[in-house]
């Protein structure tokens, strides 16, 4: 008998925040993270996005709608026990070291001073941790954020733009982290403008403009089926064989005399045999796929940081 399907770790109906200046920042969204994902939260700057990450750790209350949180409602005792979260920029004391930053976090969480340790190892800071954080590189204080929300082992991650501002190599390494926490159990739900971070990280996307919610799914739901473009002559054999290998609705003749085939990719060669076989010559025969940046440029009209 097949497992019901888990309850999501974020769950929002029609979650909105108005601001008294007329602004919308976020406008009906209905958002599910499941539990175990890396869950990219992708839009441009302005989306709504850390306004909704505000609203989930209950920073800030939502105009109208709900969200469930690690079960319980956002900011509640509850549900800040099972979440960790960096929303904007990490905040620490400069003339401490990362250590002793940490150790007053756990003190102040109520949590054992031996999770320090665990957590500067996790993020791989240890070496360091007795250097003042204002010598720390931005990779490394943001790895230290990570650290800091990571104090409670939490059952979820909320991490907002967590490579922004880094550097190439910094980013690189914040990003591997990143997959690596997302390993097991634990769930990671992560804000970026920057869709070829995203793409490397996550294992679901969601995409927001201008406060509404615009898809879901995954990077291949998102991309749409793979095409097959085939060039032969003459154009009725070519279109009699293509239509017989794929169906008719499948088949599409495109401006230039070209055709656009729906079909599994792995037919290639077959198909190719037999247009041969039918006696059409072959010119052109190549894999068309939509890239994730045509989809984020046909969702929201922008570029994905790219």
Known sequence: MASATPQPIVSTRGLTKHYGNGIVAVDGLNLNVRRGEVYGFLGPNGAGKTTTLRMLVGLIKPTSGSAIVAGAVPGSPASLAKVGAIIEAPAFYPYLSGYDNLRLIAMLCGVPVKRVDVALDEVELTPRKQHRFSTYSLGMKQRLGIAAALIKEPDMLILDEPTNGLDPQGMVDVRNLIVELGRGERTVLVSSHLLGEVEQMCTRIGVI??????????????????????????????????????????????????????????????????????????????????????????????????
């Open 209 to 306: 403009q201008k406060g509404k919610f615009v898809a879901e799914g995954t990077i291949d739901e998102l991309r749409g089926a793979a095409t097959l473009t085939v060039r032969a002559e003459p154009a009725a054999t070519a279109a009699s064989v293509l239509s017989g290998e794929a169906g008719t609705q499948n088949v599409q003749v495109l401006p230039d005399g070209s055709f656009s085939v729906k079909v599994d990719l792995k037919r290639t060669a077959e198909i190719n045999r037999r247009l041969v076989q039918a006696g059409a010559d072959v010119t052109e025969l190549r894999a068309t796929e939509r890239s994730l940046e045509d989809v984020f440029m046909e969702l929201t009209g922008t570029e994905a940081g790219l």
